[in-house]
């Protein structure tokens, strides 16, 4: 081991390479304090170069290797395990935008940058980076698209895979994989890249990214409606759907319950409309130009929902501060579960035309472990993707969370897979549901998974004990 | 052999495994008739598991087995080499639509449906399913989803791949993989499918298909403006995609000799303009409604481009039989071609934004190996998706063609090489380009690529002496 961190800082210097305690202890945790682990340096690259002479090594000496972005994720992926031997391998130092270009719609960039920025950077050239999610402005692309993350406007753009062009990446013997184009179109042989998003860390290190962009989206119309139940949000989703097109930016979904934890714990915030209903639905609009025309086509379709009882009240945003109000509802439910204390989360996904079933069904199978429960379900229904969340009964001690949750866990996935839905619809696996995916997963995917690990890890050292 | 064929008869019945001479001549060629090889049987299973009966026979007594969809292909993947061993496994009679679902946006079909029957099928819910290409009325959807087909549509809505949510296929061993699933958002591992999308059916057989279905576009509008120069389509690109955004449904070039080709060769067309100009850029816009919006929209896009001299003159479409008639000016260069005899068709992809410098470039290195060759430029412009074809000096015999064959594509591959373009943009490898893919791939991707097919197919069973 001593040898191994002796030639790893020769080469990349003590600056790149820290070793001391205080330096690495920051590191081995996960942002939530759920997960904490060991590692024997963290390694800070400033180049694909740099990651490759680390790689050629970690490789050499069969270091185990956790990648680390931006720190935000939910299932531990980017957390070290028990293994002294560890070393944490952070992008963040490589964070510079290569190019963007405004015909060919593309950016390229660094893995270490920071989403947000991108977004924005991209919105100076008049273009659109659609990938948006909550921790945008500290995650990191390399782990967004390690994670194929989601968002809230996966129902018009698709998940991260659906925006990723090419991939520069290191693999575990220090080979540079150059698969860093910005092509629309190439039909030559296997598309290598797609094995790489969404493989949290296990068959290498994606050192950059080519992103495709969107046209800007410059103004936007938000409507919150209110249903009686999951199978009206769909009936108003299939409505939605059909006449507004690819203006469709949001379906999003939340219980009543819901809606309750944000009035409670959350400040300065109010329902546009006086009664309270089982369940809302909000959906956004966006375009090119001419706010006027998106707003009435959005009036109009609502109009209809009503007419043909596919919602029961609606209120439009008239102005930006509305609409703002009107998402801070939907946005702001993570924050009132902070508050509410510990929730138990599964971020599920279902064919979209089965979540009034499962969630029927799905309360019956949990009220069977635990008849108390409290339910708070919300998501993005236009994706099929419920964040379906528990938490312990009205007045039981904090406690019950961590004491329940394999129990419910169990329950709640028995029932996604009754439904051909998945346990990890954007969030991926990592630690917290590794046991489940194993369990659960069909045995030839995983037997050929392990395979394709060995192919590009044959000695194990890309994350290990994350996914497979 | 014998023992074989008597083994997958008694298993399939003499229906579906055809023996006589005369019953597997048909599948020997493909449509061009540029491939022919030999086969000792045509299989046409009437079910998945039927197939996987098959595939154990096969993988048992190590007999290669090429899959055939449509027979619509350019590149002979789907053509048997000369092998006397060779098994033709037909799709053609697993052909039902599983599912339509106009709530999920979904379309689940075997693999040998007709994709204009889908087509046909989604419209007929008001629902669209975007991949469009000529051959739609005898391409099959699995040889679509196996080569990753393109089309006229993809500036819009992506390649075959991103319409593909899940795939059903016939493992080398007989194991079923049941990917077939219909969920928008599914982070559980390595996606799986996105190998068998595009592998030309070297990795298994594809026998279903779950794809995501678009809103209907009810209305369109088109423009045909001439442009001076490819510098000048791209500056309309970016002023078209920023301005329209989604509604960009297509954005396809051709250069004049293309258009003087089709003056000549067809019939009942006509430029509808009076000048003649160096090139043509064809852009259609789709809405789900309101045709005079969109077509306003155009027309005021249009003129910008005018006043900002991007394009030199224009005709905007103003009913469906003039759209139609614009369209036809794109549509029947390919005819045109047939008609003036052999081309030697390249079809290649580049960053867009380089185009213009390689279609200079290009001529000067192919003008070094043949002075006079006649050169017809087209594609699909918006997607960097050229088609460079090349034919015979004037006054050249048709032999020229078979003869340059090899040195023509040897100097434009070099360039587009040269330029981080792609030898094959959506029309595969197969055994047209395999020597041309075995040169020029990155040797890191070839690794991994051979020895992912060895994960799949250990006894290189499927489709031997296509794509590696």
Redesign the interface.
Known sequence: MQEFLEKLQAALGPDVVQTEAADIEPWLSDWRGVYKGQAQAVVRPVSTEQVAQCMRLCSQYKVPVVTRGGNTGLCGAATPDARPDNIILSLDRMNQIRSI??????LVADAGCILGNLRRAAQEQ??LLPLSLAAEDSSQIGGNVA??A?GVN??RY??A??LVLGIEAV?PDG?????L????????????K??L???EGT?GVITGVALRL????HVRSVVLAAVESEQQA??L??LV????????QAFEFFTDACLDLVLTHVEGVQLPFGDRHPAYVLIELA???NEE?LTQLLEEVIGQALEQELCVDAAVSASLAQLQALWRLREEISEAQRADGPHLKHDI?????QIPAFVKTAEVQLRKVSPDCRLFIFG?FG???LHYNVSRPAGADKSWAAEWEIRIADAVFEEVMAY??????????GQL?RHA?LHH??P???K??R??KQ??DPDGIMNPGK??
């Open positions: 270009d405004t015909i060919a719609n593309t008049d273009r994670t194929n989601g996966v129902v698709g998940m895979r659906e693999l080979e540079i994989f150059n698969g184009q910005t092509l629309r179109k190439d039909n030559t042989g296997y598309d290598l797609q094995l998003i969404g493989s068959l969107h046209a800007p989206t769909l009936e989703f299939r759907f059909g006449a507004c097109g690819p203006r469709l375009d090119t130009a025309a996904s279902l064919p979209i035309e993005h994706d099929g993707n051909g839905g998945s346990i990890s619809a954007e969030h991926g696996i549901k995916f997963k069909d030839l995917q995983l050929l998974m395979q394709i192919v590009f996914v497979l």
